[in-house]
T-cell receptor, first 114, second 110 residues
Framework: DTAVSQTPKYLVTQMGNDKSIKCEQN?????MYWYKQDSKKFLKIMFS???????INETVPNRFSPKSPDKAHLNLHINSLELGDSAVYFC?????????????FGPGTRLTVL | GDSVTQMEGPVTLSEEAFLTINCTYT??????LFWYVQYPGEGLQLLLKATKADDKGSNKGFEATYRKETTSFHLEKGSVQVSDSAVYFC?????????FGSGTKLNVKP
């Protein structure tokens, strides 16, 4: 069984469109994250939710809006897509905050904005 | 602010060679330190961790020691295999924030 799953795996879209990426974890964890990995493999945290509450919100354009309908899901909606949004987006989860506990990562969603 | 700096890659080694990937950090508190590995086309997986100074994390033949005096957490393996080819990320967690290094790609040739 896949622990952290993301859909879609690949997403190709035009500038200006709105798109969503979904994430689900079946590990029973209470904390979920979104990361962005650029073309140079640099990985940066975007958001973190603990028990459906937003606890980390890094400097990310407000075109990005996370939504956590329950502890097992954390979706990422992006409005008015720009070329610079092209990247691989990873979802992750942990039990408790990641300071001491292992994060489990999904396989990533490669977003290409044309 | 907190940050992680790791050596740039790619690092290319022959099978059975000794591996060192350098990682240094800057933190205002008392961070936990991690190494994650990313195999091609996959998400990151925790390789090892250390939560306080002088701790040694180890897994699958890899080791790293938390050195507070040199603010370092270098990754080592005595004999690499082709299957170790991947991107390795050093990371720290401090006060619930997580910071990753830029990743070091390792290529191991038969």
């Amino acid at each position: 069984d896949t622990a952290v799953s993301q859909t879609p795996k690949y997403l190709v879209t035009q500038m200006g469109n709105d798109k969503s990426i979904k994430c689900e974890q079946n590990l029973g964890h209470d904390t979920m994250y979104w990361y962005k990995q650029d073309s140079k493999k640099f990985l940066k945290i975007m958001f973190s939710y603990n028990n459906k509450e937003l606890i980390i919100n890094e400097t990310v354009p407000n075109r990005f809006s996370p939504k956590s309908p329950d502890k097992a899901h954390l979706n990422l909606h992006i409005n008015s897509l720009e070329l610079g949004d092209s990247a691989v987006y990873f979802c992750a989860s942990s039990q408790g905050l990641a300071g001491y506990n292992e994060q489990f990562f999904g396989p990533g969603t490669r977003l290409t904005v044309l | 602010g907190d940050s992680v700096t790791q050596m740039e890659g790619p690092v290319t080694l022959s099978e059975e060679a000794f591996l060192t990937i350098n990682c240094t950090y800057t933190a205002t508190g008392y961070p936990s330190l991690f190494w994650y590995v990313q195999y091609p086309g996959e998400g990151l997986q925790l390789l090892l961790k250390a939560t306080k100074a002088d701790d040694k994390g180890s897994n699958k033949g890899f080791e790293a020691t938390y050195r507070k005096e040199t603010t370092s957490f270098h990754l080592e393996k005595g004999s690499v295999q082709v299957s170790d080819s991947a991107v390795y990320f050093c990371a720290l967690s401090d006060r619930n924030k997580f910071y990753f290094g830029s990743g070091t790609k390792l290529n191991v040739k038969p």
